[in-house]
């Protein structure tokens, strides 16, 4: 009853570095998103994907790039990571139907320094 | 454009008392979702609560109710009989599009104590 997998959970990066986030999924549902949570803030979205196939840019997706690979699996890659996206990562689903909530992952914690 | 605000940045409240967290939003849209979200120190994002702006009844779910009034474009979060465990980060969170993409507001820490 895993619901919504992200790995690793806690990561540390040099600056410039490469790395990906993964998600995977086993509710069925079509829709995906990335979030970031920053000190202070709530979540802010990245990216998110309608259904296999398909990416679009949420509210701060410069420096990141998405994949859907699958139905089941939604990645997000950071090609050169900066100090500036130090932060903690979540990953959330929610079905079809219109206003349905979203259920998330249980977060990666990135540092990059 | 959307916008959520939490103006509590922290609250204590008393075991088995009640508390209200509040929430206003500005949107344009006449279709919208209003979420609450818990997250507690470990960190994992728990649904708690929604309303639609077409329901008319407050939402219910336990212990939880949403004070819903769409003309002031509130919508708090009232958490009866308080226990230890309600202590979390507490977010509001709304959605106007049908891509459910949701925007949270900054959140509320409560602390309950004994």
């Known amino acids: 009853n895993a619901g919504v997998t992200q790995t690793p959970k806690f990561q540390v990066l040099k600056t410039g570095q490469s790395m990906t986030l993964q998600c995977a999924q086993d509710?069925?549902?079509?829709?995906m998103y990335w979030y970031r949570q920053d000190p202070g803030m709530g979540l802010r979205l990245i990216y998110y994907?309608?259904?296999?196939?398909?990416?679009d840019k949420g509210e701060v997706p410069n420096g990141y790039n998405v994949s859907r690979l699958n139905k089941r699996e939604f990645s997000l890659r950071l090609e050169s990571a900066a100090p500036s996206q130090t932060s903690v990562y979540f990953c959330?689903?929610?079905?079809?139907?219109?206003?349905?909530?979203?259920?998330f992952g249980d977060g990666t914690r990135l540092s990059i320094l | 454009a959307q916008k959520i605000t939490q103006t509590q940045p922290g609250m204590f409240v008393q075991e088995k008392e009640a508390v209200t967290l509040d929430c206003t939003y500005d949107?344009?849209?006449?279709?919208?979702?209003l979420f609450w979200y818990k997250q507690p120190s470990s960190g994992e994002m728990i649904f708690l609560i929604y309303q639609g702006s077409y329901d008319e009844q407050n939402a219910t779910e336990g212990r939880y109710s949403l004070n819903f009034q769409k003309a002031r474009k509130s919508a708090n979060l009232v958490i009866s009989a308080s226990q230890l465990g309600d202590s979390a980060m507490y977010f509001c969170?709304?959605?106007?599009?049908?891509?459910?993409?949701?925007?949270f507001g900054a959140g509320t820490q409560v602390v309950v104590t004994p």
């Open positions: 994907s309608a259904s296999e196939g398909t990416t």
């Open positions: 969170a709304m959605t106007a599009d049908s891509w459910g993409k949701l925007q």
């Open positions: 959330a689903v929610s079905s079809d139907r219109p206003n349905q909530p979203q259920h």
């Open positions: 949107t344009s849209d006449q279709s919208y979702g």
């Open positions: 509710m069925n549902h079509n829709s």
